[in-house]
Each structure stands twice: as C-alpha cells, then as structure tokens.
C-alpha cells in the first residue's frame, strides 16, 4: 500500500511556499506518480505547525472533484524523533502545475478557459462552503491543473473551518495579501457586520479571472509599486475596475459581481455558477483548458 514513505522515489521539486517543499515522487510499487507535500517544523514557530495540523484536518475530510486530492498523510516521514518534526501530505499528481505557472507561459488565456477555471473554482468552493470550509488564499499558484485539462483547489494552510469556531479567531496571514477581500483588510468598516469569510473567497475568484484576462496582476497597475500601501488603496478604496473594451459583457459583469467592495452584496457561490459567464461556454471550455494543459 501507500502506507511507508520509504516506497516513494523523490524524482523532482516542484514548488516552495510558505514553510513547504513540494515534491514529485514515484511510488515504486505501482509506478504511480504522486506529489509529497513536506512540511518541516524544525525552528518553526508555533504559527506553522498550527497551520499543519488545521491543513491535514481540512485535507482528511475533503472529497472532490474540484479540490486536490490527498491520499495519505504522515508524521514523521523524514524526521523520526520525539516530537513531530515534518508533516507530509500524499497528494494527487497534477501534470499541468499551478494557474500561475500557466499565465507565465500564456499571460492572457481565452475567454473559454477562463470561463472553465471560474466554474471548477465555484464548484470547489461550493462544496468547501457546505462544509464550512472558507479557503481564505483563492490565488493563481493555489489553483492546480491536470492532464485532462481539470482545475482543482489546492493549500489549505490558511483556510479554516468556522463552525463552532470563535469568528474573530482569524489566523494572521503569512502569505501575500494581493487576492484578499476588502473585509479582511479592514474587518470593521462594513457597519460592523463581520463577514463569514465565504465571501472572501469569490473576491479572490473575481481577481483572479481578470488576472486572466488582462495578462498581469490587475488591482494595480503595471507601472505601480506593488507595496502594502498601493495594495491597500487599491483594494479598499479604488473606486471602478475596468476590464479592457476587447472583454465581453459576460466576463465584465462577472468580475463585478465579484469584485462588489461590500461583501454583502458581492455575488455569491450559487449565483455565480449560473451567470451567464459560466454557462455561456460550458461546452468549449474544456477543450480550451485541455488545450492550455497540453502545451505546458
Ligand atoms: P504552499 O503552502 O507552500 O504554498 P502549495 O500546496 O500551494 O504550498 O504548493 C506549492 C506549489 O507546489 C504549487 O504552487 C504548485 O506549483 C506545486 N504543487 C503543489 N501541489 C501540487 C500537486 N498536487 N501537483 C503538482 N504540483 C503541485
Ligand atoms: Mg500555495
């Protein structure tokens, strides 16, 4: 079985993030190719072995076809002392690599795969919701694509799952803030009602679909600083998010439901899984996903 990390070759590295590498292995066995998520403790504060163990709660329970699949997890695998020294996470293969390893390659995809993306993101966000599961790092290099074209939901370091959790109990973030709604910049400005954080997450979907579109991070302009004060401004304040006129109307209006600065009226998970933007290229888009996935 896929019980002892010693059956595992390592064949290659195929990212680093916050605390992790992210290998390509063999499972000598069955020949079957895997990715091995390790997460190593040693001088790590207390921060990131939280975020571990949050990470192979959310891993264990979830089960879909839009979220990355995990096969198994270990502690241990590497270390073997007292305490628990790395975690690793057996995760499903995915051959194209992440969303944003694409747009290096095809800064702006067509419409089509766009539209394919947003709706296996809805989907998974659809399913994690039901699960009280708020992701909370919707971004390019979270977001994974396979052979057959698929995309799925990677990296649960920093999502949670809010039932029966405190709500202000937010963790800190370590990552970078450049997807994160305007609510979780500045939880008290929207009449003091906090958000759940599932709005969030669509926030996050809508830049990264025009991200899509326009070829580069779209909240500032190229030209800009991408600072904390820039960022800021821009997610806070900046009042219109233009889509280029070459856009169509489904794709504009989707992003603004989306990018909707109060989480109250921003457009929700259901909603957007019937715009028009979704449905209008259900039959094409994952033929252009597949196309994407093919020339990586
Ligand atoms: P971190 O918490 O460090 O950001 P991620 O889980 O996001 O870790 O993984 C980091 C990178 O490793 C991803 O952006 C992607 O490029 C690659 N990666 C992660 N999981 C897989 C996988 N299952 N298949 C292929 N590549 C992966
Ligand atoms: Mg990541």
Request: proline share 8%; net charge negative.
């Given at each position: 079985g896929i019980d002892n990390l010693a059956n595992f070759e390592k064949l290659a590295v195929l990212g680093h993030g916050n605390g992790g590498t992210v290998y390509k292995v063999c499972?000598?066995?069955?020949?079957v190719i895997y990715a091995l998520k390790v997460l190593r403790f040693?001088?790590?504060?207390?921060m990131v072995q939280q975020r571990a163990f949050s990470e192979v709660e959310i891993l264990r329970r979830v089960d879909s076809g839009f979220v990355v699949m995990c096969h198994g997890v270990f502690e241990n695998g590497f270390s073997g002392a007292d305490g628990i020294e790395d975690i690793c996470f057996l995760l499903e293969y995915m051959?194209?690599?992440s969303l944003h390893d694409l747009l290096r390659k095809h800064p702006m995809l067509s419409e089509n795969a766009i539209s394919g993306i947003a709706r296996s993101v809805l989907e998974g966000l659809h399913y994690l919701h039901s699960m009280?599961?708020?992701?909370?790092d919707i971004k390019p290099s979270n977001l994974l694509i396979n052979r057959k074209g698929e995309v799925k939901i990677a990296d649960?370091?920093?999502?949670?799952?809010?039932?029966?959790?405190?709500?202000?109990q937010c963790p800190s973030y370590m990552g970078t803030c450049a997807y994160m709604s305007p609510e979780r910049i500045?939880?008290?400005?929207?009449?003091?009602v906090h958000s759940d954080g599932f709005a969030g997450d669509v926030w996050s979907l809508g830049v990264v679909v025009m991200e899509c579109f326009v070829g580069h991070f779209p909240l500032i302009k190229p030209e800009e600083k991408p600072d904390w004060i820039n960022l800021m401004c821009a997610i806070c304040f900046e009042e219109k998010r233009e889509m280029p006129e070459t856009a169509s109307a489904e794709i504009q209006s989707f992003v603004m439901r989306c990018l909707q600065r109060d989480w109250k009226i921003r457009g929700t998970v259901e909603e957007l899984l019937v715009h028009p933007f979704v449905t209008k290229f259900e039959e094409s888009a994952a033929e252009h996903l597949f196309y994407y996935a093919s020339v990586m």
């Open positions: 499972h000598r066995p069955t020949n040693m001088e790590e504060p207390e051959e194209g690599g009280q599961i708020v992701h909370s649960f370091g920093v999502s949670r799952c809010i039932a029966g959790v405190d709500k202000e500045d939880p008290d400005r929207w009449d003091g």
